[in-house]
């Protein structure tokens, strides 16, 4: 027992000879844990939710007053060239949700992205008047206030709520300029589900025959959807017929502008490229513009 309790008793002076105890050598040696890893600050909810700032997607933001009333519609501005890509943003949304894809669209056309009323920093004499009339005639003010009697060539893209409004507009043929339609998810019936924090506001007020609207519009039509399910009977057989042009943009949710900007973009242009549409309309190849 002695020899034992001498043994013991021993070890430290030993392993203090070798230059300290045993722990103090493994304290010395390198450990999977003897160093924290980088980790980013930590961010406030405010931070991790902060607005980007419009500038870094857009050229211009500005306000326009429409005459004889006291409204005012916000908007950003984007591009110098081509036809003009007017945005209209879903429900509860802005002008803003255009902004990555407008830094890209704004290369080959003219992007107009407009808070609509009751959302975003525009503001009017009745916010919560979200009538299909009132809605249509604010965006026809809009561009008549901005445009004059001579309004450049119109790409109307409306998002859910605004698909619905662009859809009303070109059905009921306000703005004679418009040369082509392009609506993102909405379909009667699906479109509200998407909205359930609007439905109170939106019920019954624009999808109404928004599908044969659709159809009856005038002027080249695109579609498109964030998955086949959200096709309704009577948009299937238009399309088998060749009515307008559909592409199903895979792997995104409702906010297709927003989940894959580039794609988006890429689909606007190439819509605007097939159908010929310049900043004073449609060319028709060897038919010559009248000079003004």
Wanted: contains cysteine.
């Amino acid at each position: 027992m002695e020899n034992s309790s001498s043994n013991l008793s021993s070890l430290p002076e030993e392993d203090s000879q070798n230059g300290g105890t045993a722990a103090q050598s493994a304290s010395k040696s390198p450990s999977a844990f003897s160093s924290k890893p980088d980790r980013p600050p930590i961010q406030t909810s405010s931070q991790k939710y902060a607005p980007l700032d419009w500038s870094n997607y857009f050229d211009q933001e500005d306000d326009v007053h429409i005459p004889d009333s006291e409204n005012v519609f916000h908007f950003y501005k984007a591009g110098n060239e081509g036809p003009v890509v007017l945005c209209l943003h879903g429900g509860g949304y802005s002008g803003l949700s255009f902004a990555l894809s407008a830094k890209l669209i704004k290369e080959k056309a003219r992007v107009v992205a407009l808070d609509l009323r009751g959302h975003g920093k525009s503001y009017t004499e009745n916010d919560l008047d979200l009538s299909i009339e009132t809605l249509c005639n604010d965006v026809v003010a809009v561009v008549k206030t901005m445009y004059g009697d001579s309004p450049p060539a119109i790409v109307m893209v409306g998002h859910s709520m605004g698909g619905a409004l662009a859809v009303h507009i070109a059905a009921k043929k306000v703005l004679p300029s418009l040369a082509a339609l392009v609506v993102v998810d909405v379909v009667e019936g699906t479109a509200m589900a998407s909205l359930m924090h609007m439905q109170q506001i939106l019920s019954n007020r624009m999808y109404e025959g928004l599908s044969e609207k659709f159809l009856a519009s005038p002027v080249p039509k695109l579609f498109l959807l964030a998955g086949t399910d959200r096709l309704d009977k009577t948009l299937t057989i238009g399309q088998m017929q060749g009515k307008f042009q559909m592409v199903v943009v895979r792997h995104t949710g409702h906010a297709i502008q927003e989940d894959v900007p580039d794609e988006f973009a890429n689909l606007i242009l190439n819509f605007i490229s097939h159908n010929r549409i310049s900043p004073h309309g449609v060319v028709i190849p060897g038919l010559r513009r009248p000079s003004q």
